[in-house]
């Protein structure tokens, strides 16, 4: 007996209600692992293992204590985009995806959970812990991404994605309230301050590993239908899909501009806080405060920039955003040090253009894709968003250890914003959509 129409609606609702669920998992890694707590506490722990002239030297390599967590960050992002192509690959070429993103989101919960043990002055686990966590986190929202095509049709995906990103900032800012009053009232509680960092920091992990359980339950694995040309290794498969790619210039062109603006928007979530603490002497309660700020209002300036773009087009509204994002960066470099007011007027900045800019980049390359290749091409697409961000941290770790500087490390962010917006304009968006053999909305 066949499955009715409402059956099948019933069970695709099912479907994204559990979905959602791992972006609520994972995303508080995100926001209180990667964005608050750890730069500022794996610097200090790292400045206790410096040396006289303020240098660690991991596999005898000197580094600038300031400089390792930026690039503990940037190994982690090429380690992903070793991984990626390869599990890629495998869960094509399976069909069964749910395993390998249990797999690849238990490995990451385990090494932050682990981030427990971060003391005294080993700052080569933590080191280690932030490149496993982190690449792991990039390979689980490759597979958590790859089912949106499969569990919302075309007319809902922009909804179902939107909602994702609601789950995940709301998670995030629900575990934030809840890491402030451990951090602030650390006495109360009978632990040091430093012990306070380390629970929350080991909170996320478990947090991460419980409600991966919701997804896993509700996601089925579908057969793949891609046929031989599954069977590839993960990096032929991606220097086929990049080679396809080639046949949509205008597609690639976008994909290229994204993969620059991008680089700089996720550099300045993971370097803001070591900012904060190191160059302006803000306290750790001031830059929690202040990403919490930021999730609250990445909401908000996802729903007006969505507004935005259906009077403007998505391509100008995101262009505005480019601009918004440098004159933020240019503000953030005059900032004065002790000033947490000012430093709350910038977090609210970032949090107005942060959501949307994600948001609406998505959205406009769902249009430049063809039809029947959104698995694929969405696929090139995390790479370029979790798997090429780490030239932001590289640059944003050689500037601080040549100069000294973070004022000059947060300033040389602002090219990633110019290339990416000169790129960005240079792409007609109307012939990529047509090109791509999709329907020219009346607003783009």
């Excluded at 370097?271 to 990445?298: K, R």
């Excluded at 947490?340 to 609210?348: I, K, R, T």
């Excluded at 406009?364 to 969405?378: D, I, Q, R, T, W």
Aim: net charge positive; glycine share 10%.
């Amino acid at each position: 007996m066949g499955t009715t129409a409402a059956e099948e609606v019933a069970g695709r609702r099912r479907e994204q209600r559990g979905w959602y669920f791992y972006d609520w998992a994972c995303s508080v890694y995100s926001t209180s692992v990667l964005t608050v707590f750890l730069g500022p506490y794996l610097t200090s722990v790292a400045e206790q293992a410096a040396d006289a002239d303020g240098f660690v030297h991991p596999l005898g390599i000197p580094v600038r204590a300031g400089s390792f967590f930026a690039y503990s960050v940037s190994l982690s992002v090429i380690m992903a985009v070793l991984v990626m192509p390869l599990v890629g690959a495998a869960a094509d070429r399976s069909g069964r995806k749910k395993p390998l993103l249990a797999a690849a989101a238990y490995t990451g919960a385990a090494a932050t959970a682990g981030m427990f043990f971060l003391d005294g002055d080993r700052y080569l686990l933590g080191g280690a812990l932030l490149i496993v966590a982190n690449a792991a986190q990039s390979v689980s929202m490759m597979l958590y991404n790859s089912y949106l095509p499969q569990i919302a049709p075309p007319e809902e995906r922009d909804a179902v994605s939107s909602r994702g990103w609601a789950f995940g900032y709301a998670a995030g800012a629900l575990v934030l309230i809840a890491n402030l009053v451990l951090y602030l009232a650390h006495d109360s509680f009978g632990v040091s301050e430093t012990t306070a960092v380390r629970i929350c920091l080991a909170s996320a992990g478990l947090w991460w590993g419980a409600f991966t359980l919701i997804p896993l339950l509700r996601l089925r694995d579908r057969r793949s239908s891609c046929g031989e040309r599954s069977t590839a290794p993960g990096f032929r498969q991606l220097a086929a899909t990049v080679r396809d790619m080639r046949r949509h210039p205008l597609t690639l062109a976008f994909l290229l501009a994204y993969l620059v603006y991008n680089d700089g928007i996720q550099t300045v979530i993971s370097q803001a806080s070591i900012y904060g603490s190191e160059e302006l002497g803000l306290g750790q309660s001031t830059l929690i405060g202040a990403v919490l700020l930021v999730q609250l209002l990445a909401v908000a300036g996802a729903l007006l920039m969505g507004r935005l773009a259906r009077t403007y087009g998505a391509k100008r509204t995101i262009l505005g955003s480019l601009i918004a994002w440098t004159v933020t960066l240019a503000a953030g470099y005059f900032l004065p040090a002790g000033a947490p007011v000012w430093f709350f007027v910038l977090a609210a900045g970032i949090g107005l253009v942060l959501g949307g800019s994600q948001a609406l980049s998505r959205s406009l390359f769902s249009h430049l894709v063809p039809p029947g290749k959104e698995a694929e091409y969405f696929s090139a697409y995390e790479m370029s968003d979790r798997g090429m961000s780490w030239l932001g941290p590289l640059l944003f770790g050689l500037t601080y250890q040549l100069t000294g500087s973070y004022r000059d490390a947060i300033i040389s962010l602002v090219a990633f914003f110019v290339i990416g917006f000169v790129l960005l304009a240079r792409v007609p968006v109307r012939q990529a959509i047509s090109d791509a053999g999709n329907p020219v909305p009346a607003r783009i």
